[in-house]
């Protein structure tokens, strides 16, 4: 129902919501009072919630990584001091880069961007020099924060950005006396804060770019609501722990740790993912949240038997997932050993969270991506724009809470009236459903027949034999196009039980004739990026 009336009924459900979560806890009048100080001086942007905590608890941990913990108050402190260092050393700056793995330095670039009104380019860590380059270009960045492994890489960029100024965010050895570095610029500038800035500052996400160059997406976040909708369906509640291991600098992992600043949680995180060394910091910090990307719980569900029993998990109240997509046998093997736990989300860069699968509807169907948000509406439509019926496979097109403000460069992305094109494809079930087929642009054409690569990978999958699976499309003098399958073993199979006349042959008895991959390669691990999904340009030709 619209007008005031529904206004009010929306307004009082955020509220009910926001309290049952404790993200809306009694304070003193002098919190509040600071705490509108905060939002006058900072404005709201998707770092504001780093501030908020320091006030709500200020002595309380903030973040801990393998240097050990910074509460609330320290990670404002040490932010402000390194604001002002890029400052002195850069002059004014429009856009800073950040290419750093999960810890402190990220957080404090973050931050510093944001209190002097940049935007902060957050940056793959799995980029090429000159991928990295190029971006850093097109966003005009001429500021990178990094850490010391990516040195080398950073070279591009230092050839084609004039006056790049350079600042090491983490270092294994102490760096040389006229390095830039963040803790130095940290301790030479400890105390002092920048001016408040002219400008709002904003966050540069990046597309996952799997067969190109990504593109930056600007968004500024949503409201209560949009928060709201996020809490009901994962169970967060304000003041606990959350073990963060998706990496910071992608949507998932970013939205992460603002969601765990949101409800002052602390963050608790490590530089490289290591699927023992996750579970030995959920049972050491008594964690109730862990955030992950789909191939990490693959990972972790590969430990052998006697590694896993030694890790009880029996703090976690629930683990959220995205990213990529979510192999079937992992989610329910890891559901079946620590409990009903994993909710699987279904996101975008450009339109935030957008569904989630709770661990009722992974136990109904494992590969769903479960029911739309409140206050997000979903439509699968066919190419005339058009309402499909349940079970058909379409066009998903998203309306939500959160606004897109646009690429960074010539790019725009498709709108159907108020309905942003995913440029994904799917189909909704009778119970409404979201179940994701693939991209827009997978679908392939053989002989005249039509084929989403994904299904013939879940049918794969399914296979004992298989531990991962791409399938994807080719050139093909004849048919125009065919497919090809990317197939790594599973860990122990023999290599009869994975030959590929037993593939063939296993897809043929579940799918139609034509559905059959023409090629099959065995490979010791599929490409990835860092938040889990398959870099197809980096697959090897199948002849």
């Given at each position: 129902m619209g007008g005031p009336l529904g206004w009010l009924r929306t307004q009082l459900w955020v509220f009910g919501v926001l309290v049952r979560s404790r993200m809306l806890v009694p304070m003193s009048p002098a919190k509040y009072v600071r705490l509108i100080g905060v939002?006058?001086?900072?404005?709201?942007?998707?770092?504001t919630s780093f501030a908020l905590a320091a006030v709500r608890d200020p002595d309380g941990a903030g973040l801990v990584d393998e240097r050990g913990t910074l509460t609330w108050r320290e990670l404002q402190e040490r932010c402000a001091a390194l604001a002002v260092g890029i400052a002195e050393a850069a002059g004014p700056v429009d856009t800073i880069a950040v290419l750093c793995r999960n810890h402190r330095g990220f957080v404090d670039a973050l931050q510093a961007g944001s209190r002097l009104g940049c935007s902060v380019l957050l940056l793959n860590t799995g980029f090429s020099g000159p991928q990295l380059a190029e971006v850093m270009q097109r966003e005009g960045a001429r500021v990178i924060v990094y850490d010391e492994e990516f040195t080398g890489i950073v070279g591009d960029a230092r050839a084609r950005v004039p006056g790049l100024v350079e600042i090491l965010a983490w270092t294994d050895a102490e760096p040389g006396p006229e390095t830039l570095s963040t803790e130095r610029m940290i301790a030479a500038h400890a105390g002092k804060a920048p001016p408040r800035a002219a400008t709002r500052g904003r966050v540069v996400l990046l597309t996952s770019g799997t067969t190109g160059t990504p593109k930056g997406a600007r968004?500024?976040?949503?409201?209560?609501?949009?928060?709201?909708?996020?809490?009901?369906?994962?169970?967060?509640?304000?003041?606990?722990?959350?073990?963060v291991v998706a990496p910071m600098f992608h949507a998932w992992g970013f939205g992460q740790l603002i969601i765990s600043a949101t409800m002052t949680c602390t963050?608790?995180?490590?530089?490289?993912?290591?699927?023992?060394?996750?579970?030995?910091?959920?049972?050491?910090?008594?964690?109730?949240?862990?955030?992950?990307?789909?191939?990490m719980l693959e990972r972790i569900m590969d430990l052998p038997q006697q590694v896993l029993e030694r890790y009880r998990l029996d703090s976690l109240r629930f683990v959220s997932a995205s990213g990529s997509r979510m192999r079937p046998q992992s989610v329910v093997a890891f559901m079946d050993r620590f409990g009903?736990?994993?909710?699987?989300?279904?996101?975008?860069?450009?339109?935030?969270?957008?569904?989630?699968a709770r661990p009722a509807d992974l136990r109904h169907a494992p590969d769903t991506a479960g029911r739309p948000v409140r206050g997000t509406l979903l439509r699968v439509v066919d190419d005339e724009g058009r309402d499909v019926p349940a079970g058909t496979v379409g066009r998903i097109l998203v309306c939500g809470a959160s606004p897109f403000d646009g690429y960074t460069g010539d790019s725009e992305k498709e709108f159907i009236g108020d309905f942003m094109v995913s440029g994904d494809v799917g189909r909704l079930d009778a119970e409404g459903r979201l179940y994701v087929v693939g991209r827009d642009d997978d679908m392939i054409v053989s002989g005249g027949e039509n084929v989403y690569p994904i299904e013939v990978e879940k049918v794969l999958g399914e296979h004992p034999g298989v531990r991962e699976v791409v399938v994807v499309g080719v050139d093909d003098e004849a048919f125009g196009q065919?497919?090809?399958?990317?197939?790594?073993p599973a860990a122990g199979a023999q290599p009869l039980d994975v030959g590929v006349d037993d593939l063939k042959a296993h897809v043929r008895d579940r799918l139609a004739g034509y559905k059959v991959p023409r090629d099959v390669v065995l490979l010791d691990a599929l490409p990835r990026n860092a938040s889990g999904k398959v870099m197809v340009r980096d697959l090897p030709g199948p002849g």
């Open positions: 939002l006058r001086a900072q404005g709201t942007n998707a770092t968004r500024s976040g949503g409201g209560a609501d949009e928060l709201a909708g996020m809490l009901e369906m994962i169970p967060w509640r304000g003041g606990e722990r959350t073990v963050v608790i995180t490590r530089r490289r993912f290591d699927p023992e060394a996750t579970l030995a910091l959920v049972d050491e910090h008594r964690a109730t949240g862990l955030s992950v990307v789909p191939v009903d736990l994993v909710h699987n989300s279904y996101n975008a860069t450009e339109a935030g969270q957008i569904s989630v065919r497919l090809a399958a990317y197939v790594v």
